[in-house]
């Protein structure tokens, strides 16, 4: 999707919510630190946390050991959903994506944490040149969000091992649920990444967020 000067925008988190909510309803170390610096600080996998690969992206970031990982096959999403018809009928509904992200558009992870009822979701998209996460407009992701009616969004950027990136937090109301989210993406290998995780809990989970933002790393 693009803002209009020809500058891809992240997928619209909004969209993506409704989606993860349906999936939701079926079933200390490593801190990003949220300032520019020239140094990057080194990828921490946080104690009780598994490392996990994204096999489209090449990168590595840790989700909590107990979460239930699925690893998405490489390739381009229209492949990936034929895959998921296949060995998990309910992810193929993450095909709604392919509208609202940018040129070649590609799922990585899907995590789960069936006590606290939050997902996590991996995805990609052509960066059409774009080499710093300071040339993505941040309205790209805040407008979507403010038509579909969240409320407290908040963005700031932030600083991982693998560079900048963008953290936006926010609370969505999806019927009679309020989904809390927060995202953030980077951009690696000329893709730009975005790593969204939604929750049925009251508040976005930032520590959690933060946690695996200190853990991203090449692969």
Request: aromatic content about 4%.
């Given at each position: 999707?693009?803002?209009?000067?020809?500058?891809?925008?992240?997928?619209?988190v909004?969209?993506?919510?409704?989606?993860?909510?349906?999936?939701?309803?079926?079933?200390?170390?490593?801190?990003?630190?949220?300032?520019?610096?020239?140094?990057?600080?080194?990828?921490?996998?946080?104690?009780?946390?598994?490392?996990?690969?994204?096999?489209?992206?090449?990168?590595?970031?840790?989700?909590?050991?107990?979460?239930?990982?699925?690893?998405?096959?490489?390739?381009?999403?229209?492949?990936?959903?034929?895959?998921?018809?296949?060995?998990?009928?309910?992810?193929?509904?993450?095909?709604?994506?392919?509208?609202?992200?940018?040129?070649?558009?590609?799922?990585?992870?899907?995590?789960?944490?069936?006590?606290?009822?939050?997902t996590?979701?991996?995805?990609?998209?052509?960066?059409?040149?774009?080499?710093?996460?300071?040339?993505?407009?941040v309205?790209?992701?805040?407008?979507?969000?403010?038509?579909?009616?969240?409320?407290?969004?908040?963005?700031?950027?932030?600083?991982?091992?693998?560079?900048?990136?963008?953290?936006?937090?926010?609370?969505?109301?999806?019927?009679?649920?309020?989904?809390?989210?927060?995202?953030?993406?980077?951009?690696?290998?000329?893709?730009?990444?975005?790593?969204?995780?939604?929750?049925?809990?009251?508040?976005?989970?930032?520590?959690?967020?933060?946690?695996?933002?200190?853990?991203?790393?090449?692969?």
């Amino acid at each position: 999707m693009s803002d209009g000067t020809g500058s891809p925008q992240p997928a619209a988190v909004a969209v993506l919510a409704v989606v993860i909510v349906a999936l939701l309803a079926a079933g200390g170390i490593g801190v990003a630190t949220h300032h520019s610096d020239s140094k990057s600080p080194a990828a921490v996998i946080p104690a009780a946390f598994q490392r996990v690969i994204d096999q489209n992206d090449h990168v590595s970031f840790a989700v909590p050991e107990a979460w239930r990982v699925r690893v998405l096959p490489g390739g381009p999403l229209s492949s990936q959903v034929q895959a998921l018809k296949v060995t998990d009928p309910q992810l193929a509904g993450l095909a709604s994506l392919a509208s609202t992200s940018g040129t070649d558009p590609r799922l990585g992870v899907v995590a789960t944490d069936p006590t606290s009822r939050t997902t996590l979701v991996t995805l990609s998209f052509d960066g059409n040149g774009i080499k710093k996460v300071s040339k993505i407009p941040v309205s790209s992701v805040e407008d979507p969000l403010i038509q579909a009616g969240a409320k407290n969004i908040e963005a700031v950027g932030i600083h991982m091992p693998v560079g900048d990136g963008e953290q936006v937090s926010n609370q969505l109301p999806v019927g009679t649920t309020t989904v809390s989210e927060v995202s953030f993406y980077f951009v690696h290998g000329g893709r730009v990444v975005e790593v969204v995780l939604v929750s049925l809990q009251s508040q976005p989970p930032k520590a959690l967020a933060q946690q695996i933002e200190g853990s991203v790393a090449a692969a």
